[in-house]
């Protein structure tokens, strides 16, 4: 969004396997020690803000530049319920399946069943979404195509093969192209890492992960 936008950013990398989303500092950012989350020091009145949520930044970014986002209130909300869309349903729903086929230390093949089911209907819903338009709100490019990408970019992963879903391959692969798509998509590229060995497991999915981390005092 940042790079669509061609607003100036600087990058600060948090490694979620070493811990560092339970720091002080950035818990005062983002209280649910998720990523990602931002600060712009130019906010509301020329006051900083800091935004966790990846709906809510884009909502926001969509705002400050009057990019991603139509001004006609019909469009505005076709937009935005694609939007939750997901936040509710593709971020939590592909987040299990990549947990139960990939990070679980027990194969449950329940969970893996559900989760991959539910992995393959989300991908009818936008294929069939997508019969009847360019992009996921209509015929535009909108920050709900910027919120859903990201995430159906492994869809082996989930348990799903991509051509399966003739309307979501064009979909993603016209936005693959762009070349803002491309360069955020670079962004910290060589700093990724695998987050399966047993250090990194207990972090993320052990009793790091629920430990009660407090805020720095204002």
Request: aromatic share 12%.
């Amino acid at each position: 969004m940042l790079e669509e936008c061609g607003l100036p950013y600087a990058v600060y990398p948090v490694d979620i396997g070493r811990g560092d989303q339970f720091e002080p500092e950035f818990l005062d950012i983002s209280p649910n020690n998720k990523i990602p989350a931002i600060v712009d020091p130019d906010g509301p009145d020329g006051e900083p803000i800091a935004l966790f949520e990846s709906g809510a930044i884009l909502v926001y970014l969509a705002g400050k530049t009057g990019r991603l986002l139509p001004a006609s209130v019909r469009e505005r909300y076709q937009v935005l319920q694609w939007l939750m869309f997901q936040m509710g349903h593709i971020g939590p729903m592909l987040g299990q399946a990549h947990h139960f086929r990939l990070y679980a230390p027990e194969k449950i093949d329940y969970a893996i069943q559900r989760y991959t089911n539910e992995a393959m209907r989300l991908y009818g819903v936008l294929d069939r979404q997508l019969a009847d338009t360019e992009y996921i709100a209509g015929d535009e490019y909108t920050i709900a195509d910027v919120a859903i990408w990201p995430w159906t970019r492994t869809p082996h992963r989930q348990g799903v093969e991509r051509e399966q879903f003739p309307n979501f391959c064009r979909w993603f692969d016209r936005i693959d192209a762009r070349p803002a798509v491309q360069r955020g998509v670079a962004v910290l590229a060589d700093r990724r890492r695998a987050l399966q060995d047993d250090k990194s497991r207990e972090v993320l999915f052990g009793a790091t992960q629920y430990q009660r981390a407090q805020p720095k005092a204002r």
